[in-house]
C-alpha cells in the first residue's frame, strides 16, 4: 500500500455568493492541480465530485489516503486558502495514519474541519481491564 500517494476531493457542486455552477470549487480545483504541478509534487491528486454533503460550508474538500484517516474540511476558498490547503495536504501526505499534528495544521483546517473519518479495518485499541 503506498501510503504517500493521496487524493484530495473537492466539491464542485458548491456555490458561494454570486457564484454559477461550479462557482468555488472548480477554481478550487483548477488552482490546486496548478500549484501541486508547480511544486512538482508527486502523489497527490486532486479530483472533483459533486456534494460531500456540506453544502452550508462551500467550498468543501476531502483528504483522502490509503490506510489513513479521511478529512473533511468546509469552509476553502481558492483567493484565501490555496496555500493552506496545499501546506495540510503535505503534512497530511507525510503523516503515518492522516492524523495531522495540530501545529502543523493551518487556522483554515483547525476551524474548518467537519469531520474524520477512520481508515477502513480501524479498530481502536481497547484498554486492559484488570
Ligand atoms: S454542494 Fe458542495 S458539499 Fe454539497
Request: hydrophobic share 40%; glycine share 10%; charged share 20%.
Amino acid at each position: 500500500m503506498d501510503q504517500s500517494a493521496m487524493t484530495i476531493f473537492v466539491c464542485v457542486s458548491c456555490r458561494g455568493q454570486g457564484e454559477g455552477e461550479g462557482g468555488s470549487g472548480l477554481a478550487l480545483v483548477n488552482a490546486l492541480r496548478d500549484k501541486f504541478a508547480a511544486a512538482s509534487a508527486e502523489g497527490v491528486a486532486v479530483k472533483p465530485v459533486e456534494c460531500l454533503a456540506v453544502c452550508k460550508r462551500p467550498a468543501t474538500v476531502a483528504m483522502v489516503g490509503a490506510g489513513k484517516w479521511t478529512y473533511l474540511v468546509g469552509d476553502l476558498t481558492a483567493a484565501d486558502h490555496l496555500d493552506e490547503i496545499v501546506e495540510a495536504a503535505l503534512s497530511y501526505q507525510r503523516s503515518e495514519n492522516g492524523i495531522v499534528p495540530w501545529k502543523e495544521r493551518p487556522a483554515s483546517f483547525r476551524k474548518g474541519v467537519v469531520a474524520r473519518i477512520p481508515p477502513l479495518g480501524f479498530e481502536i485499541q481497547e484498554q486492559q481491564t484488570t
